[in-house]
Structure formats: structure tokens, C-alpha cells
């Protein structure tokens, strides 16, 4: 089965400074990986996903990640973060070729930018 | 479009009754789901349904059930509330509920307090 590994609980980071948030998981089998951010008092939204191909993926708000296979690891950056990026990240896995409710969410990161 | 909606927003409830969450959306997505969000756990599967009159369930079944008698409307029933129920209700959609790789649209969330 898989799991996945958030290990930064929280992530204070001044505006315009670059940041990191670390994701790694485990599984035997091939995987897709996503990461989703929740806004505060808002559901989750997909940031970006890998699937297969290129290992760095860019998704919305400047945000990207890279799948690394050897360190099993999908860390999702950004150069420079916003105030408004303050939010809750959620770094999820699925084996390749399952439904829904193969997804594993991990435990969440939250980005708290200040000025 | 609407997306996912949810109702209510937050409810209070005594141990021991009873109540329904609501969750519709308009994008005639096959696949629904519920999920609870605990803080330090992440989001975890209660049930989903892979079409009308499909369910199945998730990690964390008991205590809840559901049924999906259209393709719009998946309401989440707590037959006799429990403390350890209360938390952060998600329904999500898909449009596929063959592979994980699609994208789930969440809602907004229901904020659950068990007395």
C-alpha cells in the first residue's frame, strides 16, 4: 500500500523568498502524484500532477514540482511566494491505473507567508 | 456551473442524533466521494460511489452511510453521532472513476461539532 510523507507540519517563509514544500512517499508500483492546496475556509484545488513524461511539472500560480524516482520524492517549489499563497499543501500518491479510492493524501503543510 | 456544493456550512449536533450532509454537483460527474479532514491526518476516504446507485466504502466507513440515487446528489448520513465525528466534511467529484489521474473538483466543506 502506498503512504505518503509530509514531514514539515508548518512553513513560515517571508514574501518574495523562494520556498520548498517536501512530499515523499512510498509504493511498489508504479505511481501518480498530485498536490492540491486548500485556501482557508475553501476546499481543496488541484496545484499540479505527474502522470508520466518530463519529471518537472508546472502548475497554476507559479507553483512546480519534480518527481524524483530514486528519493521517491515530489517536492513542490516556488521562486518567490506571495501573501496570498498562504494556504494548507497536500501532497498525494496513487498507483498507477487505480481509482479514486486507491488516493493517499499526506498530512498536509502549511505555508504561512508574512510580509 | 456550481461546481460542488455542500450544505450545510457547519452544524452542531448532540451524541446520539441524527443527520444528513448534502453534497450536489452539475457537471454530471460519474464519481463521488466523501472524505473527513482531522487535523495532523490528512483527508481520508468515508465512502465514494463510482455511478448511480454504486457505493462502496472508503478507510474510515463506520458510523456513516450513503446512497446514490442520481447521478447530481451523494448526501453523507450520520445515523447517531459520535464525538469522534466531529471534524471537516469533504464531498469531491470526477468525471472518470476509472483512473485516479483526472482531476477531483472539491467542495467547499461542512465543519461538524459533536457534543
Known amino acids: 500500500a502506498q503512504s505518503v510523507t509530509q514531514l514539515d507540519s508548518q512553513v513560515p517563509v517571508f514574501e518574495e523568498a523562494p520556498v520548498e514544500l517536501r512530499c515523499n512517499y512510498s509504493?511498489?508500483?508504479?505511481?501518480?502524484l498530485f498536490w492540491y492546496v486548500q485556501y482557508p475556509n475553501q476546499g481543496l484545488q488541484l496545484l499540479l500532477k505527474?502522470?508520466?513524461?518530463?519529471?518537472l511539472v508546472k502548475g497554476i500560480n507559479g507553483f512546480e514540482a519534480e518527481f524524483n524516482k530514486s528519493q521517491t520524492s515530489f517536492h513542490l517549489r516556488k521562486p518567490s511566494v506571495h501573501i496570498s499563497d498562504t494556504a494548507e499543501y497536500f501532497c498525494?500518491?496513487?498507483?498507477?491505473?487505480?481509482?479514486?479510492?486507491?488516493?493517499?493524501f499526506g498530512t498536509g503543510t502549511r505555508l504561512l507567508v508574512s510580509p | 456551473n456550481a461546481g460542488v456544493t455542500q450544505t450545510p456550512k457547519f452544524q452542531v449536533l448532540k451524541t446520539g442524533q441524527s443527520m444528513t450532509l448534502q453534497c450536489a454537483q452539475d457537471?454530471?460527474?460519474?464519481?463521488m466521494s466523501w472524505y473527513r479532514q482531522d487535523p495532523g491526518m490528512g483527508l481520508r476516504l468515508i465512502h465514494y460511489?463510482?455511478?448511480?446507485?454504486?457505493?462502496d466504502q472508503g478507510e474510515v466507513p463506520n458510523g456513516y452511510n450513503v446512497s446514490r440515487s442520481t447521478t447530481e446528489d451523494f448526501p453523507l448520513r450520520l445515523l447517531s453521532a459520535a464525538p469522534s465525528q466531529t471534524s471537516v466534511y469533504f464531498c469531491?467529484?470526477?468525471?472518470?472513476?476509472?483512473?485516479?489521474?483526472?482531476?477531483?473538483?472539491f467542495g467547499p466543506g461542512t465543519r461538524l461539532t459533536v457534543l
Open positions: 457537471m454530471n460527474h460519474e464519481y
Open positions: 505527474y502522470l508520466s513524461g518530463s519529471t
Open positions: 498525494a500518491v496513487s498507483d498507477r491505473g487505480a481509482g479514486f479510492q486507491k488516493l493517499v
Open positions: 460511489s463510482v455511478g448511480a446507485g454504486i457505493t
Open positions: 469531491a467529484s470526477s468525471r472518470d472513476p476509472q483512473s485516479s489521474y483526472n482531476e477531483q473538483f
Open positions: 509504493s511498489s508500483v508504479s505511481v501518480y
